[in-house]
């Protein structure tokens, strides 16, 4: 199974992909794309849609697994995620891709086994549950490869995904 996780932002998207059988992972592409603070929201919002688009299509995955809201965030920067997620969504809607929306404390629970994790702890335990070398950069990425990491444990647990 192919699974893209989203570390959702409007200025910096973290995507991460990776595939699982057999009880393993293995990545298949970690990136971060940037918007530009000086565009419109509206072209920015355009530029993400777009950018899933292509990512569902090339990379053709089973779910989609979304970071979801961290409400202790500034309203404006809330509302701003809120929107990223909302044309992530859409996006995965009409690429006929499931979403799955967790959030920080299930993903940190599901990748470190502790709900209140480090940053730096989740992304010593991505490098290890990936087999790699280094921690993904940038940090947005190892962030959506968390996201992906989190969703396969959960369905290989047979615990119900949180699915909206």
């Given amino acids: 199974m192919i699974i893209l996780g989203v570390d959702p932002g409007t200025a910096e998207t973290g995507i991460g992909v990776i595939k699982t059988s057999s009880g393993s992972t293995q990545l298949v592409h970690h990136s971060c794309f940037k918007t530009t603070p000086k565009d419109l929201a509206e072209k920015r919002l ?3 849609y ?8 090339e990379f053709k995955p089973a ?3 979304l970071e979801g809201l961290f409400f202790n965030t ?3 920067s809330a509302s701003a995620v809120g929107r990223a997620m ?4 859409l996006a ?5 891709v499931p979403v799955f929306e967790y959030s920080p404390i299930k993903i940190k629970s599901m990748v470190d086994g502790y709900g209140r994790a480090k940053k730096k702890d989740i992304q010593a335990r991505v490098k290890k549950a990936l087999k ?3 921690i993904p950069r940038p940090v947005h990425a190892a962030d959506a490869l968390a996201v992906a990491i989190c969703h396969w444990r959960v369905v290989n647990n047979f615990q119900k ?3 909206r």
Avoid: Q
């Fill in 46 to 48: 355009d530029l993400i």
């Fill in 74 to 76: 500034n309203a404006k």
């Fill in 50 to 57: 777009r950018e899933f688009l292509r990512l569902f299509r």
């Fill in 63 to 65: 779910a989609a697994a």
């Fill in 92 to 96: 995965a809607a009409r690429s006929r």
């Fill in 86 to 89: 909302g044309v992530t969504m």
């Fill in 161 to 163: 995904p949180e699915r």
């Fill in 132 to 134: 790699l070398k280094e």
